[in-house]
C-alpha cells in the first residue's frame, strides 16, 4: 500500500501547502476517497501568495523556519474544516523549496518540508545535487521524501525510522491545548504578568520584570503568547526555545493575542497589571489594531472595568528614549497607566537587535 492510501485510509486530516513538491497533493488527491483526508491544498509559488499565507513577509522564501510557519498555518486551517471530534488527527504540511529553474540558482538546490500536529512540529531537509535532476526529477523526489516523511510523522508505517527529521519538538497535552481556539492559560499569572515575545529575553526584560516587582510589590511573570497580531502563531520549537530561557515558575504560555483578551482570560475576576514598554502601549492606543476607533474605545473601557493597570517603562525609539510622558494617548487610556522614569531604568537593548547580530 502507497503513503498516500495509508493517509487517505487512517484518521488523519490535513492541509498542504506547498512551494515545491506539489505533486504531493496530487498524489493525495487523485485517489479514490481523497476528501476525507486532504481537505485543502495551495501552491504558493508568487511571492505575494507566500505573504498572504503567512500573513507577513518572511525573511526567506526557502527556509526552516517559513516552512514550519506554512505547517502552522496550514494545520490551523485544517482544524477550522475538520470536526472538532477530529483534532487530534488534524496535521498540517509546508514546503518550500529552492529547485532548477530556467535560470541557474547561485545557491544550493533544496526544501524544507515542515509537518504540524496537535503534538509535534516536525522538519526535514532536503539536498539536492545541483544539475543532476531536470526540474521535474527534483519535484518528483521532494514528493517521493515528503510521502516518506508523513509515513514517519504521522506514525502510518513502522518501517520508516530511517525518515527522522532534522529538527523536531513535541509537547505534553497542557501545551498542546494552546493551539485550540478556546481561550487557554498554562502556568499561574498572579496578579502581574511582562508580557513578550522574548526572541529573545535579555538583560532589559529581567531589569523590568525586577523593578516591577519592588514597584508593585507582587510577583511578575513573564507571559508568552503563541498567537501575535502581527506576526505567525508559535509552533512547538518556538515554544520550547523560548521557555528554556526562564525559571518554571517565571512564566505563563497563553493563546491570547490582544491585550483585551488577555485581561479577560488572566485577570477578568481580580483586576492586574501588565507590565510594558512605550512601544506595545503605543500600539494598545492605535486604531489600526482595531476594527475601529469605537472598538478601541470600548475595548480600553473594558480593560478600565475588569481593573488593569500598565506600568510603564521606557523604551529606546530611534536615536530617543521615550518614557510614558514622553507618549501622545487617548486620555482613558493614560489613566490606567504608571510610568517609570528614565532614571530608574533605561536599557538600550532589543530583541531584534541582539537576533541581528546573532545574524537570525
Given at each position: ?49 507566500m ?48 529547485l ?34 531536470t ?43 494552546l493551539?485550540?481556539e ?58 520550547n ?29 481580580t ?90
Amino acid at each position: 500500500m502507497t503513503t498516500a492510501q495509508r493517509i487517505i485510509e487512517s484518521p488523519w486530516r490535513g492541509v498542504i501547502y506547498a512551494a515545491g513538491g506539489s505533486m504531493l497533493i496530487s498524489d493525495v488527491a487523485t485517489r479514490p476517497g481523497a476528501s476525507r483526508a486532504l481537505l485543502a491544498g495551495n501552491v504558493p509559488y508568487h511571492n505575494q501568495a507566500m505573504n498572504d499565507l503567512l500573513g507577513c513577509e518572511p525573511e526567506s522564501y526557502c527556509s526552516i523556519l517559513t516552512s514550519r510557519q506554512l505547517a502552522m498555518r496550514a494545520f490551523m486551517r485544517a482544524r477550522q474544516l475538520a470536526p472538532t471530534s477530529d483534532h487530534q488527527f488534524v496535521f498540517g504540511v509546508g514546503i518550500t523549496a529552492a529547485l532548477r529553474s530556467d535560470k541557474p540558482k547561485r545557491g544550493d538546490h533544496r526544501a524544507y518540508v515542515a509537518l504540524q500536529t496537535m503534538y509535534k512540529t516536525l522538519v526535514w531537509h532536503v539536498r539536492f545535487e545541483k544539475g543532476e535532476l531536470t526540474r521535474l526529477e527534483e519535484e518528483r523526489k521532494l514528493t517521493d521524501c515528503a510521502l516518506n516523511f508523513l509515513d514517519y510523522g504521522l506514525e502510518l508505517d513502522a518501517t520508516s525510522a530511517e525518515s527522522s527529521p532534522t529538527i523536531e519538538a513535541r509537547c505534553d497535552e497542557g501545551v498542546s491545548q494552546l493551539l485550540d481556539e478556546t481561550p487557554t492559560v498554562h502556568g499561574d499569572p498572579g496578579e502581574a504578568v511582562l508580557p513578550g515575545a522574548f526572541n529573545p529575553l535579555h538583560d532589559g526584560h529581567r531589569r523590568m520584570r525586577e523593578l516591577a516587582e519592588e514597584r508593585l510589590n507582587q510577583r511578575v511573570v513573564f507571559e508568552l503568547s503563541v498567537r501575535n497580531v502581527d506576526k505567525p502563531d508559535l509552533d512547538f520549537i518556538d515554544i520550547n526555545e523560548r521557555i528554556e530561557q526562564f525559571d518554571a515558575a517565571e512564566y505563563v504560555l497563553t493563546n491570547q493575542p490582544t491585550f483585551i483578551e488577555k485581561a479577560r482570560l488572566l485577570f477578568n475576576a481580580t483586576g492586574g497589571t501588565f507590565v510594558v514598554g512605550t512601544d506595545t502601549l503605543s500600539r494598545i492606543d492605535h486604531a489600526r489594531y482595531y476594527t475601529s476607533r469605537q472598538h478601541r474605545d470600548e475595548a480600553i473601557a473594558e480593560l478600565s472595568n475588569i481593573g488593569i493597570r500598565f506600568l510603564v517603562f521606557g523604551r529606546l525609539e530611534g536615536s530617543k528614549f521615550l518614557t510614558l510622558d514622553d507618549l501622545e494617548l487617548g486620555s482613558d487610556l493614560l489613566r490606567l497607566c504608571d510610568g517609570v522614569t528614565a532614571s530608574d531604568f533605561r536599557a538600550d537593548v532589543s530583541s531584534t537587535e541582539l537576533r541581528k547580530q546573532d545574524g537570525t
